[in-house]
């Protein structure tokens, strides 16, 4: 696996030492409290880290998996990084931005069962249990790569995107900021995707789309 340098640094300056990550002591702030947050926390433990609270506004005063929800703008400790895990692309990277700008630094999530075999990821993204990310695929920054997804050879996944339960980029494939490959669906190998395109669950991709297209079906067919 590898996670791109400033990452490293960026979690050294987090850790107070090696010990710390490898107890498990370290512990993430997640944005959101929906049913995708639970999914992450899972994936959190599984790298040994614990959550200090979620960030939800709308659910502050409660709490999720035992843990407490606040909101957004209470006083954190940029001490410790955070996650957005909010599956909608354009609210998670509204949240991502926010929390940047108040300085705190995301981190990488990386499920204990998902396969990542010399692909690169970004800061802030979450590659889920079940997800094979291949050799020289790169995911952006903020990205969700779901249960099952699979990333294979040479794709390019912008910031921001969505790589859904299921679907399969092809070799030499790619994704424009903001996009969403839906539940099941297929990019075939060396088709290129532009920025904020949604494909619909069990879509089948066999040539290139435009950003701000919305395209489903098998053949995937402009809906917009």
């Not at 944005?31 to 200090?52: D, M, N, P, R, W």
């Not at 209470?74 to 509204?94: C, H, T, W, Y």
């Not at 998902?114 to 695929?137: F, P, R, V, Y």
């Not at 070799?171 to 619909?200: H, M, Q």
């Amino acid at each position: 696996m590898q996670i791109i340098q400033e990452n490293q640094q960026e979690l050294k300056l987090r850790v107070k030492s090696s010990d710390d990550l490898e107890s498990g002591s370290m512990k993430i702030y997640i944005a959101g409290a929906g049913g995708h947050a639970k999914v992450v926390t899972a994936a959190a433990h599984s790298q040994g880290l614990e959550i200090e609270a979620y960030l939800d506004d709308a659910k502050a005063g409660t709490t999720l998996m035992g843990r407490p929800v606040i909101k957004e703008e209470a006083d954190l400790n940029q001490e410790l990084p955070f996650v957005v895990a909010i599956g909608n692309n354009q609210v998670r990277k509204a949240c991502f931005v926010r929390l940047i700008e108040r300085g705190l630094k995301p981190i990488l999530i990386n499920h204990g069962r998902a396969i990542i075999d010399g692909a690169e990821c970004e800061a802030g993204s979450q590659i889920i249990a079940g997800a094979i990310l291949n050799q020289d695929a790169r995911i952006g920054r903020n990205c969700i790569i779901n249960s099952g997804a699979i990333v294979e050879h040479d794709c390019q996944v912008e910031d921001h995107c969505h790589v859904a339960p299921g679907a399969v980029m092809g070799g030499g494939s790619s994704l424009g900021e903001g996009s969403l490959l839906g539940l099941g669906a297929v990019l075939l190998p060396g088709v290129k995707v532009g920025k904020n395109v949604t494909i619909g669950a069990g879509s089948v991709v066999i040539k290139d789309i435009e950003s701000g297209a919305r395209v489903a079906g098998a053949p995937a067919r402009n809906l917009t």
